[in-house]
């Protein structure tokens, strides 16, 4: 019987992350052998295994943490020291990643009462194994040869030299690097043994680059609340999403978030425009580094084998070609199979600008729109209802190409699966929004098309209008699409979320869908269900067939707001704090909303950090404060909930242009703004 690989499980993983390189290894500290654990760098499995010995035995593990780009686990060497039930010599462990590597320091405290004499042992192991082999489960892959010189060892991968440094004693032994300190400690003594681990490249990939996290100002983001959970919070998130931040090779001054470790650890589309747009209210730097390294690859030519069109918007780019070995989806490095990132690179542009990106910036970004705007009212509109749409023509592509884009995500209410092509709710409405955004922005640089895209816009208004409304025994309701029928799939879904704040909803349309995305089928205490209990083929925990993402909740929360829905908004916000806090302050990309004695359950295959599940904080400050910026025309809106979502609320660090100020919502909702200059507007509405 052939062996089934099964896709490994991530969610009782200890992840750290700093750019490039991530490590993920068990609770207890350890990095084992034949298992996803190891050390990353550029997709790239640099070390299998780093496995600590006290005594000739592992260290009983008590615990650990593990933050953005550190990680601390204490055990207890059991069998040294004194007798009974106290540990008196314990083990800490501390790991941090550095650039292109990582140093892992085993410190042994003795607290026994006389000498203690062992040694400390350390087996290091690599492969080299690709992300995507063992992202499929291929994760048994034979150890590679070390070769000894001097105080250390080094090993070659396909695309990396690995040197490991130590002061301990360097062996080989079979496939694995051995390092041995002995040790003898009197009563308090300590012994430090370091391991650094270092890699250089050894051939360049289509996206060589490194991490980026001293590039954004967010230092100054502090957040105070009657709720002690919630300035908690932003403060880890912003510190995991400040480490998935990439520096653009192409041009190594912008950067960009990397969707998530460890799987997609990259450039993607959809993924890094949306943190980067949630994150607005803390500066610009991110939206401008995300738009420009996006633009540099934005679609200039037809290839049916990358999906790419001219003015399109890329998927992903990769270091490499990806695809694991006997599996379907092979892509090339650079891939466009979206159908909703050019529109939604437009949204970040127009954001952005009312933001207070400089114009000087904007304006050499306006080629790229006007490519953007031609392939939204072009090749994305593959026929003639003037909706965009997409199919997989390849076969080694993805079979959907909206942010919910597993196979089988796409349902009919009795659980059917739709056939392609595919027309989403959320990129119609996000292209109304586009257009209308660009409109704007055209007019306001004096710069022609602004009543063309405009009329677009309405236009594709319409036809939301018109094709998607279907109807249940609870009233009207957006479907998720429309399939290659040009039938509703009239899943109950949470794409509908997407759509509110875009534009593309009259008052009373905003209404029908604000109270159906917050029914019981679809909001659970933790979150929105990417579809409701009452569709065929729900699953609390499949990929996308009920389950909670925290960035689509945050995506709702923001379109409720904006739709002047605060009260709900802030009801959505509270239960993605409620489940951040469940999850140690570290959203995971998606989970179970199916509670465990009033907790949520995790995904067990999910990223975590992942970049829009981190910059979700954003959306959590922007519905609580109710905030809509705009530079240009000198005005701030603060439109905070008539019931407060989270007490008294104070937040420093927000950023006008390159102006530093802070919003406070007191208990009774009475709002002071501090540190704008004179010149701005602030509008402060109910």
Same mark, same amino acid.
């Given at each position: 019987?052939?062996?089934?690989?099964?896709?490994?499980?991530?969610? =009782?993983?200890?992840?750290? $992350?700093?750019?490039?390189?991530?490590?993920?290894?068990?609770?207890?500290? *350890?990095?084992?052998?034949?298992?996803?654990?190891?050390?990353?760098?550029? =997709?790239?499995?640099?070390?299998?295994?780093?496995?600590?010995?006290?005594?000739?035995?592992?260290?009983?593990?008590?615990?650990?943490?593990?933050?953005?780009?550190?990680? *601390?686990?204490?055990?207890?060497?059991?069998?040294?020291?004194?007798?009974?039930?106290?540990?008196?010599?314990?083990?800490?462990?501390?790991?941090?990643?550095?650039?292109?590597?990582?140093?892992?320091?085993?410190?042994?405290?003795?607290?026994?009462?006389?000498?203690?004499?062992?040694?400390?042992?350390?087996?290091?192991?690599?492969?080299?194994?690709?992300?995507?082999?063992?992202?499929?489960?291929?994760?048994?892959?034979?150890?590679?040869?070390?070769?000894?010189?001097?105080?250390?060892?080094?090993?070659?991968?396909?695309?990396?030299?690995?040197?490991?440094?130590?002061?301990?004693? $360097?062996?080989?032994?079979?496939?694995?690097?051995?390092?041995?300190?002995?040790?003898?400690?009197?009563?308090?003594?300590?012994?430090?043994?370091?391991?650094?681990?270092?890699?250089?490249?050894?051939?360049?990939?289509?996206?060589?680059?490194?991490?980026?996290?001293? $590039?954004?100002?967010?230092?100054?983001?502090?957040?105070?609340?009657?709720?002690?959970?919630?300035?908690?919070?932003?403060?880890?998130?912003?510190?995991?999403?400040?480490?998935?931040?990439?520096?653009?090779?192409?041009?190594?001054?912008?950067?960009?978030?990397?969707?998530?470790?460890?799987?997609?650890?990259?450039?993607?589309? @959809?993924?890094?425009?949306?943190?980067?747009?949630?994150?607005?209210?803390?500066?610009?730097?991110?939206?401008?580094?995300?738009?420009?390294?996006?633009?540099?690859?934005?679609?200039?030519?037809?290839?049916?084998?990358?999906?790419?069109?001219?003015?399109?918007?890329?998927?992903?780019?990769? @270091?490499?070609?990806?695809?694991?070995?006997?599996?379907?989806?092979?892509?090339?490095?650079?891939?466009?199979?979206?159908?909703?990132?050019?529109?939604?690179?437009?949204?970040?542009?127009?954001?952005?600008?009312?933001?207070?990106?400089?114009?000087?910036?904007?304006?050499?970004?306006?080629?790229?729109?006007?490519?953007?705007?031609?392939?939204?009212?072009?090749?994305?509109?593959?026929?003639?209802?003037?909706?965009?749409?997409?199919?997989?023509?390849?076969?080694?592509?993805?079979?959907?190409?909206?942010?919910?884009?597993?196979?089988?995500?796409?349902?009919?209410?009795?659980?059917?699966?739709?056939?392609?092509?595919?027309?989403?709710?959320?990129? *119609?409405?996000?292209?109304?929004?586009?257009?209308?955004?660009?409109?704007?922005?055209?007019?306001?640089?004096?710069?022609?098309?602004?009543?063309?895209?405009?009329?677009?816009?309405? *236009? $594709?208004?319409?036809?939301?209008?018109?094709?998607?409304?279907?109807?249940?025994?609870?009233?009207?309701?957006?479907?998720?699409?429309?399939?290659?029928?040009?039938?509703?799939?009239?899943?109950?879904?949470?794409?509908?979320?997407?759509?509110?704040?875009?534009?593309?909803?009259?008052?009373?349309?905003?209404?029908?869908?604000?109270?159906?995305?917050?029914?019981?089928?679809?909001?659970?205490?933790?979150?929105?269900?990417?579809?409701?209990?009452?569709?065929?083929?729900?699953?609390?925990?499949?990929?996308?067939?009920?389950?909670?993402?925290?960035?689509?909740?945050?995506?709702?929360?923001?379109?409720?707001?904006?739709?002047?829905?605060?009260?709900?908004?802030?009801?959505?916000?509270?239960?993605?704090?409620?489940?951040?806090?469940?999850?140690?302050?570290?959203?995971?990309?998606?989970?179970?909303?199916?509670?465990?004695?009033?907790?949520?359950?995790?995904?067990?295959?999910?990223? @975590?950090?992942?970049?829009?599940?981190?910059?979700?904080?954003?959306?959590?400050?922007?519905?609580?404060?109710?905030?809509?910026? =705009?530079?240009?025309?000198?005005?701030?809106?603060? @439109?905070?909930?008539?019931?407060?979502?989270?007490?008294?609320?104070?937040?420093?660090?927000?950023?006008?242009?390159?102006?530093?100020?802070?919003?406070?919502?007191?208990?009774?909702?009475?709002?002071?703004?501090?540190?704008?200059?004179?010149?701005?507007?602030?509008?402060?509405?109910?």
């Amino acid at each position: 019987m052939p062996t089934r690989h099964r896709q490994p499980w991530l969610h =009782d993983l200890a992840i750290t $992350v700093r750019g490039n390189v991530t490590a993920l290894s068990g609770e207890d500290g *350890q990095l084992r052998p034949g298992t996803a654990h190891g050390l990353y760098v550029d =997709d790239e499995r640099v070390l299998s295994g780093l496995l600590v010995a006290v005594g000739g035995e592992e260290p009983s593990p008590v615990g650990g943490e593990a933050r953005a780009g550190r990680a *601390q686990f204490l055990s207890s060497a059991r069998d040294l020291g004194d007798p009974g039930a106290d540990p008196t010599v314990e083990v800490r462990r501390s790991r941090e990643l550095v650039d292109a590597g990582m140093v892992e320091t085993v410190r042994v405290v003795s607290r026994a009462a006389t000498t203690v004499r062992s040694t400390v042992r350390v087996e290091v192991t690599a492969d080299g194994a690709d992300m995507a082999t063992v992202k499929a489960g291929q994760v048994d892959q034979p150890p590679l040869e070390w070769s000894v010189d001097g105080e250390g060892a080094r090993v070659e991968t396909p695309r990396h030299g690995i040197t490991v440094r130590s002061q301990a004693t $360097v062996r080989v032994d079979g496939g694995a690097l051995v390092l041995e300190q002995p040790f003898e400690l009197s009563p308090g003594g300590s012994l430090d043994l370091a391991v650094t681990v270092a890699t250089t490249r050894r051939s360049t990939s289509a996206l060589d680059a490194d991490a980026g996290l001293d $590039v954004v100002a967010w230092d100054e983001v502090v957040v105070e609340a009657d709720d002690p959970r919630l300035g908690p919070l932003v403060a880890e998130s912003m510190a995991d999403l400040r480490h998935l931040l990439l520096r653009d090779p192409l041009d190594p001054d912008d950067v960009f978030a990397a969707a998530g470790t460890p799987w997609y650890l990259t450039l993607f589309g @959809r993924d890094s425009i949306w943190a980067a747009r949630l994150t607005l209210p803390f500066g610009t730097e991110l939206a401008a580094g995300t738009l420009r390294s996006l633009a540099r690859r934005q679609g200039t030519k037809n290839d049916a084998d990358s999906a790419e069109q001219p003015g399109k918007i890329a998927h992903e780019v990769r @270091r490499t070609a990806y695809g694991a070995a006997g599996h379907a989806l092979q892509l090339p490095p650079l891939y466009y199979g979206t159908v909703d990132a050019t529109a939604l690179w437009v949204c970040l542009l127009v954001d952005a600008w009312r933001w207070g990106l400089p114009e000087d910036e904007v304006r050499s970004l306006l080629p790229n729109l006007q490519a953007a705007l031609d392939w939204l009212t072009g090749p994305g509109r593959p026929d003639t209802d003037g909706l965009l749409k997409y199919i997989d023509t390849t076969g080694h592509g993805l079979a959907n190409q909206g942010w919910k884009d597993s196979g089988d995500s796409m349902r009919m209410r009795d659980g059917s699966v739709a056939d392609a092509p595919i027309a989403l709710v959320e990129a *119609q409405a996000y292209a109304v929004e586009a257009l209308a955004g660009a409109a704007d922005l055209l007019g306001a640089l004096g710069v022609d098309g602004a009543d063309r895209w405009s009329a677009e816009a309405q *236009q $594709v208004a319409t036809r939301v209008r018109d094709g998607f409304w279907v109807e249940d025994a609870e009233g009207r309701y957006l479907a998720m699409a429309l399939d290659g029928h040009g039938a509703p799939v009239d899943g109950v879904g949470s794409n509908m979320g997407h759509v509110l704040g875009t534009g593309a909803l009259t008052p009373e349309e905003a209404v029908l869908v604000s109270e159906r995305l917050t029914s019981p089928a679809l909001l659970d205490p933790f979150g929105v269900r990417t579809m409701s209990t009452d569709t065929g083929g729900f699953n609390p925990i499949g990929y996308h067939t009920g389950s909670i993402w925290t960035h689509d909740t945050a995506i709702a929360a923001v379109g409720l707001s904006r739709e002047g829905f605060g009260d709900l908004a802030g009801m959505l916000a509270r239960s993605l704090v409620a489940s951040g806090t469940a999850f140690d302050r570290r959203w995971p990309e998606l989970y179970s909303g199916s509670p465990l004695i009033e907790s949520p359950a995790p995904y067990p295959a999910s990223c @975590r950090p992942q970049a829009w599940s981190a910059a979700s904080v954003g959306a959590l400050v922007t519905t609580a404060l109710g905030l809509r910026a =705009d530079v240009p025309g000198g005005e701030l809106v603060v @439109r905070p909930p008539a019931t407060p979502p989270f007490g008294s609320l104070r937040v420093k660090g927000l950023r006008w242009a390159d102006v530093t100020f802070s919003v406070t919502v007191d208990r009774d909702g009475e709002v002071h703004v501090e540190g704008l200059p004179d010149s701005v507007s602030v509008v402060v509405t109910a």
